[in-house]
DNA sequence: CGGAGCCTTGATGTTAGTCAAGCCTAGTGG
DNA sequence: CCACTAGGCTTGACTAACATCAAGGCTCCG
């Protein structure tokens, strides 16, 4: 929570403030929904340990990734625009989430100007990472899309005080697939070849970045 | 403006002080950028009349269409992340556009709840939107994307009390492939084809639906 | 009326998808 | 603690979809 307000011009004071609205915690065991697609919206939501995916299903009973939630990051905005949640949100690893109720977090918005502030730079950067990951959809080859994932999920790292070079992806091949508009086969042989090319380490799930320019560059 | 507020549980009232925070309407030439990636962010916009497309530039040059607006819909949601824009705004057709100032319109939320509703809204349904275009490009195939294309700009027709039959698309087919992550000349074939199945009747820009649950069932 | 940009269509090439088989690993139960 | 199993991962051979290259026609604007 400090993670997600704090950099951003709030005082201890009015973090306090925040802080009495968030009822309570709640843990989300791996493969369990926190919401799914279609429940009424009440919160918002950000992840306090381990990390989740957002899934939204086409009608025909396709699914796709949506997004990549790590520890600190925020979740549920889906369900502003509609009161109901437009994805669902899955965990991938046993996780915990703090709960913020919206309409109490809405009126704090309205007295704390800095709190109104915080909430429109939360929803602003997730329509400028979704535009990002529009054009990574629309118009990049399956290796670049590989890499700008890599190099995202490792900058992300960075900010949250992680390893930007080392870490563990929860997600499967084909989580990975569905999130970059591809087949877990071709995700698979993608991250092959970059460890030929001595680009990455990869033994399932853990991944190190060996080269972090030459991932850049590809 | 009225667009796009009246339907969402403004007074009069209260859309009156929207209005007076309205500095001015500003023209734009087809094909003139409104404002470009980079630029600081003052403003949100409304489209008044005609139609803009916002465009994303990947280092490297490569540019992607990432959005289209159509008369009454907002525009400029993109720079409130980081003070600066992140697409940019170019009209696809001689247009005009209102503007409305972001730090007044930030106060008059703090006022006014209803109008934090409005604005909140506002933003969840392009987080939204956004992720709904994520899956066209990541799961669908090309004939499915122009569907869902056309679809979704006679759909925003008809809410705009337009045609949801019958519109001028002013993009060119190089614009729509590039929204869809395809190439022109398969925008083209693929629009050729949807006309000898009787889907559609085209000429150049000008489209007519002929046959709507054909097109939804594509 | 002329021309530039836009659109269409065809032939060919390339990338990523599909199908298939076997292996590895983490989690389970004895 | 070990063996078993299911799900996940890798790799190969083949295929399909879409991109690319190319040429010609249309249309809208000056």
């Given at each position: ?42 919160n ?36 502003i ?17 703090c709960?913020?109720p ?10 704390i ?57 929860r ?48």
């Amino acid at each position: 929570m400090r993670q997600l307000c704090m950099p951003h011009g709030l005082s201890c004071d009015e973090l306090a403030k925040l802080e009495t609205l968030i009822c309570s915690a709640r843990s989300v065991p791996r493969g369990e929904a926190l919401y799914r697609s279609g429940d009424r919206f009440d919160n918002i939501y950000a992840v306090r340990s381990g990390s989740m995916k957002t899934v939204m299903a086409h009608r025909g009973g396709r699914e796709q990734v949506t997004g990549l939630r790590l520890a600190g990051e925020a979740l549920g905005l889906d369900g502003i625009s509609n009161d109901v949640h437009a994805c669902s949100a899955v965990a991938l690893e046993d996780s915990t989430v703090c709960i913020v109720p919206y309409t109490a977090l809405k009126s704090l918005c309205r007295e704390i100007s800095s709190m109104q502030e915080r909430m429109h730079k939360l929803l602003g950067e997730q329509i400028v990472r979704e535009a990002a990951q529009m054009m990574v959809l629309g118009s990049l080859s399956a290796d670049e899309r590989v890499a700008a994932f890599l190099l995202d999920v490792s900058e992300r790292n960075a900010q949250r005080g992680y390893s930007s070079a080392e870490f563990n992806l929860r997600m499967t091949r084909e989580d990975m697939g569905s999130y970059l508009g591809m087949t877990l086969e071709t995700v698979s042989r993608t991250l092959s070849r970059f460890q030929k090319r001595g680009l990455i380490d990869t033994q399932g799930k853990h991944i190190r970045i060996v080269d972090l320019d030459g991932l850049r560059q590809v």
